[in-house]
């Protein structure tokens, strides 16, 4: 199992980004999918996750509700996250995630830094 996370980078207070994350290894679409993040010195915590198949049951967490969406391109074997409204809180190293038979997956995570 391969992730790849992408489309970090530095942004403004109030500004926008997309991360997708490119998945291998796995059929995409059988699998729940999970973005969390990890600020310096914090642990890593949930961001948002996305059921299996048409994705149709989504989470977040209270620090992102309304501001961030997650989706999944069963197709494309690719999960993304649209990030709106972005807050110096939101500053952190951004993973994508998948559980196969019981053992979680992690991939290179993506930098978002967001300047007030």
């Known amino acids: 199992v391969q992730l790849q996370a992408s489309g970090g980078g530095l942004v403004q207070a109030g500004g926008s980004l997309r991360l997708s994350c490119a998945a291998s290894?796995?059929?995409?679409?059988?699998?729940?999918m999970g973005w969390y993040r990890q600020a310096p010195g914090q642990q890593r915590e949930l961001v948002a996750t996305?059921?299996?198949?048409?994705?149709?049951?989504?989470n977040y967490s209270d620090s992102v509700k309304g501001r961030f969406t997650i989706s999944r391109d069963n197709a494309e074997s690719r999960l993304h996250l649209q990030m709106n409204n972005l807050r110096s809180e939101d500053t952190a190293v951004y993973y994508c995630?998948?559980?196969?038979?019981?053992?979680?997956?992690w991939g290179k995570g993506t930098l978002v830094t967001v300047s007030s």
């Open positions: 995630n998948t559980k196969v038979a019981g053992r979680d997956y």
């Open positions: 290894g796995i059929i995409f679409g059988l699998n729940d």
């Open positions: 996305i059921a299996r198949f048409s994705g149709r049951t989504t």
